[in-house]
């Protein structure tokens, strides 16, 4: 689960992480409103969506100005202008792809003395199973960009469970940073803090880009993201609230609330799977057959008849979904819950574009029979290779 910038920098500063003072606005009205509170005489207007790049990004609507989602304003009124031309307008940056966000919310900022920009931070590293720390003297970049450029300048090392953080990781990020007397006492604070927040929260990844050393020669966290995992919110109710549902996929959001497993993908066919490792060579057999699969769906090994049913719409709810194919091996699942599923599924939303069951494991032949005596147009296919060789031709033969 991601969250915005503002909450983020509201946790950090719960934790006693340094961050500058910001007030979140709905509207013209209450950026005003935060602009005089914050007293300037320098404020950052930040659009508030859940993706990088905002400062770089681009608005869709020419009403929204040329300078992107970051803004610098020297007057409550230009904080005010600003708001009004980000709010309402859709934001495209690298990271959202060409549709782009919506702007619903705005943070103001006090604007900071920057003398240098810094990189830190924290996620799980799966082939250890540890909380690792990434850090660079290249901040305000892309990391991926400084990896594939300049990996010499990026520190990366994992934190052993059993001793959990020490002062030295963070004397070890000092050093590797550049920092210089105090700065150094308060990079081990800050790390510290850092990994206390990360634990607590059950977080999958906090980034500090930029972390800024300011005109004080204090550090400072200027921009934050921070996602959490999402299986550990029943824990994190107080984060639970946190979540804006309108920067997520719809589709995604429909398959959470039924416990399906769904992301949304770029291609044409649609897949309906029981089973993470079944789904993907799915997926991968659709590409060797010359398609591109439109999501992953993994309906799970326990899954209901209405649960399938759901499925099944989400899936027909995409418009780039030119064909469906349900790849469906019963162990726990039984085949015959899933035709009764698909036929429930179609009849009440119908089905407008090619669609290839295979069927195998328990309760296979009821699970047949179910379909063929469905009236159903199904095209049946007898093997994976078999089914997924149906469904691209079926959908080329419609192009």
């Not at 930040?46 to 400062?55: E, L, N, T, V």
């Not at 090392?157 to 990781?169: L, R, T």
């Not at 497993?261 to 993907?280: F, R, W």
Request: with cysteine; proline share 3%.
């Amino acid at each position: 689960m991601n969250i915005h910038e503002y909450q983020a920098k509201a946790l950090l500063r719960e934790f006693g992480a340094p961050v500058g003072r910001g007030v979140v606005a709905f509207n013209a009205e209450e950026a005003w409103k935060a602009a005089e509170e914050l007293g300037g005489p320098l404020w950052v207007v930040k659009s508030q969506i859940h993706a990088g790049g905002r400062g770089k990004g681009k608005f869709k609507e020419a009403a929204a100005g040329e300078k992107g989602g970051v803004r610098l304003a020297k007057s409550v009124e230009e904080v005010a202008e600003f708001a009004t031309q980000m709010l309402g307008n859709t934001l495209v940056t690298h990271q959202t792809g060409p549709v782009g966000k919506q702007v619903n919310r705005v943070y103001i900022e006090d604007g900071s003395d920057i003398k240098n920009e810094l990189y830190m931070s924290l996620l799980v590293d799966r082939a250890t199973s540890r909380i690792s720390y990434v850090v660079s003297t290249e901040g305000g970049m892309d990391i991926e960009e400084v990896a594939a450029s300049t990996p010499e300048k990026i520190l990366s090392f994992s934190v052993d469970p059993a001793s959990g953080i020490q002062p030295f990781h963070g004397r070890k990020i000092a050093f590797a940073l550049g920092l210089q007397g105090a700065q150094i006492k308060q990079c081990v604070k800050l790390v510290d803090t850092l990994y206390r927040l990360f634990i607590e929260k059950d977080c999958d990844m906090v980034e500090i880009n930029p972390l800024i050393i300011d005109g004080e020669d204090n550090l400072k966290c200027l921009d934050c993201k921070m996602s959490f995992d999402g299986n550990a919110m029943y824990r994190h109710p107080e984060l639970a609230d946190l979540r804006d549902e309108t920067e997520e996929d719809a589709k995604e959001l429909a398959a959470s609330k039924y416990d399906l497993n769904y992301i949304a993908l770029d291609g044409e066919i649609g897949c309906m799977v029981n089973g993470a490792g079944l789904a993907m060579a799915t997926m991968d057999i659709i590409k060797l057959y010359g398609s591109e699969p439109a999501n992953f769906l993994d309906v799970g090994g326990g899954a209901t008849k209405e649960k399938v049913t759901e499925a099944f719409k989400i899936i027909t709810s995409d418009d780039k979904v030119k064909g469906i194919l349900v790849n469906i091996f019963g162990g726990i699942m039984r085949c015959d819950i899933i035709a009764e599923g698909i036929i429930a599924a179609v009849k009440e939303v119908g089905l407008k574009v090619p669609l290839v069951v295979r069927l195998e494991g328990t309760n296979v032949e009821l699970g047949k029979e179910i379909i063929s005596n469905s009236g159903l147009n199904v095209i049946a296919g007898d093997n994976l290779a078999d089914a997924a060789e149906k469904i691209v031709k079926a959908v080329k033969e419609l192009a």
